[in-house]
């Protein structure tokens, strides 16, 4: 069983279909920590530094410098290292927009309206 963790391009702008590789921060086999720099990415708009999603040893990198990779393809693919720093989250999602539990802000939605309403008549 294998625990890698595939690390996706995110979206680097509005709705952009890829990216071309600038410049790797990392070479396959170093171990790299959360947040820090992975990989410089061109855009039609900018260049942006997208940072390691996790920490641990870097398995797989997409290509090399000039190689366009498509928004939600694999970009890299990383060894989470357990004794380092990783997301609070835990969750595998690749989406990191604040707490997992955004989800359900409202306990009971359903409490609000209360189903008195008749039962399906028993015959």
Known sequence: ???????NLPDLGEGLPDATIVEWFVKEGDVIRLDE??????????????PSPVSGKVL??????GDVVVTGSMLAVFQ??????????????????GPAKAHAPEPAPAAAAPAPAPAAPET
């Open 1 to 7: 069983m294998s625990d890698s963790k595939t690390f």
């Open 80 to 97: 989470p290292d357990p004794n380092l720093p990783q997301r609070a989250e835990g969750q595998d999602t690749g989406h990191h927009h």
């Open 60 to 65: 797989k990198l997409a290509g090399g410098a």
């Open 37 to 50: 720099p992975l990989v410089s990415m061109e855009t039609a708009k900018a260049v942006v530094e997208v």
